[in-house]
């Protein structure tokens, strides 16, 4: 009974943290490390439980995300598909003390890329360090990256888009959860057919994260923004440390 409640708790903050600011994965993966499910598949039960929220973001941004040229558009999921595929299959050849290696790192930098996305934005657009607009290179290793572990996947591709010179936001947010979308869609496949994923943690969840999604867009109008991020970073930062202990212990 207490796992199933820590997972329907993790479950909608995370449908709440997504539909506010992101970063639900923050809670959903180490509740599932801490309920004693190993790194690599509470990474793939993770990445199954938050997966519809995505496309309800995508289907919200309908008339941002047609403004877009179809056919780039085509081959950056095209791109994504490929990207997800192939860092799926590294998670499923990774074992669980290398993944366990990695994760601390990936939560850390994360975190950062999320405390610090309007700065990072800002610097990315003024500098004119930019790459060409819908490079297929830059979305694979992005979506490479997502496909392998899901935290922080939609700062990387705002980061991404920001390189291309987008500036249009909304545009940048319907495409980040259109592609955010293909690439979970391809790995949870992988990881579905290769039977590493607890469904009964990520039904659970999943469900929550749902509810927590409706909550969500009641709260953001009533919450500041700011509060909501302060608190993803904060369990960030608490995630991240706690990983990196277990690390060196």
């Known amino acids: 009974m207490s796992e199933i409640l820590l997972f329907i708790l993790a479950g909608f903050g995370a449908g709440v943290m997504n539909a506010v600011a992101g970063g639900g994965t ?13 790194p690599v598949s509470a990474n793939a039960t993770s990445a199954v439980a938050v997966f519809p929220g995505y496309l309800s973001a995508a ?11 179809r056919r780039n558009l085509i081959w950056a999921v095209v791109a994504g598909l490929a990207g997800g595929l192939v860092g799926g299959l590294l998670l499923l050849v990774s074992s669980n003390d290398l993944f366990s290696m990695i994760v601390p790192f990936l939560l850390f930098v994360a975190t950062l890329a999320f405390a610090f996305q309007k700065q990072i934005s800002a610097f990315l657009t003024t500098s004119g360090w930019q790459l060409t607009p819908w490079g297929l290179p830059g979305i694979f290793t992005v979506s490479l990256y997502g496909g392998y572990f899901n935290g922080g996947l939609g ?29 979970s869609a391809i790995s949870v496949a992988t990881f579905a057919i290769a039977g590493i994923v607890s469904w009964p943690a990520a039904l659970i969840m999943g469900a929550s994260a749902i509810a927590g999604g409706f909550a969500g ?10 509060l909501m991020r302060a608190v993803i970073i904060l369990v960030g930062l608490t995630m991240s440390a706690v990983f990196f202990a277990c690390l060196f212990t």
């Open 217 to 226: 867009a009641r709260i953001a109008k009533i919450l500041p923004v700011a």
């Open 26 to 38: 923050f809670l959903t993966f180490p509740a599932l490390v801490f309920a004693g499910i190993p």
């Open 59 to 69: 289907l919200g941004f309908g008339p941002e995300i047609k403004t877009l040229p």
């Open 155 to 183: 700062i990387v591709l705002l980061a991404l888009f920001a390189l291309w010179g987008m500036g249009n936001l909304n545009a940048m947010n319907g495409l980040k959860n259109a592609l955010s979308f293909v690439i």
